[in-house]
């Protein structure tokens, strides 16, 4: 099965699901920014795939405004040269406006982590040629003052419906990329890949968060995921 294929199911099963408060506003970057979520699974998530790096779910700067994954907009534009016009949320938070390309925020998980994939392989093609990103919960949840809410805050009726699509839309990726490696960026994303995927005979482990509120990453987290990942037998 083709990866946008995958995508527009995800897209279509989230889209009617509901969230009650504190969660005021949910975007869904694989409608409004399809187009820009298309082109990176076209040119980058085609064939198989050794490892597949597991994300929690979009960032306000990142994938909400690029349609990537992580996808900090310089290193999406730039290095990826995916840029594309993004349409807008409906409705949109006042305090998170989705720019696309044009956003002039950085997320600073998505510049660690491509940032990291450019230096360490140089091309898109050293990179992508073993690597895929992908996120497992592919919403974005914000609260009335702008704040973000991860997945995992969400009540458990809630959780039990967004988790069932986006269980059998990661079943479906790994089926399609045959990954032996499935890797949680962050513990969350590792304990949905266990929870999903039984019956798979590949390794699932996971990698340290880069984000700025992990005081580990701030230490240094391109030094910190090399060892990881050599840990791991993948470098």
Not at 75 to 95: A, Q, T
Request: net charge positive; with cysteine.
């Amino acid at each position: 099965m083709l990866l946008t294929q995958i995508a527009d199911e995800l897209s279509a099963s989230v889209s009617a699901l509901a969230f009650a408060a504190p969660v005021t506003h949910c975007y869904n970057p694989l409608a409004y920014a399809r187009e820009a979520h298309h082109r990176y699974l076209q040119r980058y998530g085609t064939g198989t795939r050794e490892v597949l790096l597991l994300g929690m779910n979009p960032g306000p700067w990142g994938m909400a405004q690029t349609g990537v994954p992580f996808g900090e907009v310089s290193l999406v534009r730039d290095w990826m040269e995916i840029e594309v016009p993004v349409l807008r949320p409906e409705p949109e938070h006042p305090k998170r406006p989705v720019q696309g390309f044009d956003c002039p925020r950085s997320e600073v998980s998505g510049r660690r982590l491509w940032g990291w994939a450019r230096e360490r392989f140089g091309s898109p093609a050293g990179f992508f040629g073993r690597f895929f990103v992908a996120n497992y919960c592919p919403l974005v949840f914000m609260e009335e003052s702008g704040r973000n809410r991860t997945p995992d805050k969400l009540p458990l009726a809630e959780r039990t419906l967004l988790f069932a699509a986006c269980d059998a839309a990661l079943r479906r990726t790994v089926e399609t990329l045959q990954p032996r490696w499935v890797l949680g960026v962050g513990k969350f994303a590792e304990d949905r890949a266990r929870a999903a995927l039984g019956g798979y005979r590949g390794v699932i482990g996971r990698i340290t968060h880069p984000s700025p509120a992990n005081p580990r990453a701030n230490r240094g987290w391109e030094p910190l995921v090399e060892g990881e990942l050599a840990d791991f037998g993948v470098l």
